[in-house]
C-alpha cells in the first residue's frame, strides 16, 4: 500500500530536481517513493535530498525539501511512499 506523502512545488528542469512539500509522513534516504500525475506514474529511491541547500538524512512533516529524480515532474504531482 502506498502512504501519502506530499506534492510536487516546482520542478527545476535543467538539474532534475522535484520540490516536494513534505504534508503527511516522514521521508528518509533510501525510502522508495512513487510520483503520480498528469500523464505519468514511476516508483524511485530517494538517494539525494536537501533543504536550503543542505543534505540531510529525512523529512519532517511541514518541512519543503529538493529530490533529485529520475524523470520530469509537474506541480501538483502526488508523493507516496511505497511500503
Do not use: C, W
Not at 15 to 29: D, M, N, S
Not at 50 to 75: D, L, N, S
Request: net charge negative.
Amino acid at each position: 500500500m502506498d502512504l501519502p506523502i506530499g506534492r510536487v512545488t516546482h520542478f527545476y528542469d535543467k538539474i532534475g530536481v522535484a520540490i516536494v512539500a513534505i504534508e503527511k509522513q516522514t521521508l528518509k534516504i533510501g525510502d522508495k517513493i512513487k510520483f503520480s500525475g498528469h500523464d505519468q506514474e514511476f516508483t524511485q529511491s530517494v538517494d539525494s535530498m536537501q533543504t536550503e541547500h543542505q543534505q540531510i538524512p529525512e523529512a519532517k512533516v511541514g518541512m519543503v525539501v529538493g529530490i533529485q529524480t529520475e524523470r520530469k515532474v509537474k506541480e501538483n504531482d502526488r508523493v507516496f511512499l511505497v511500503t
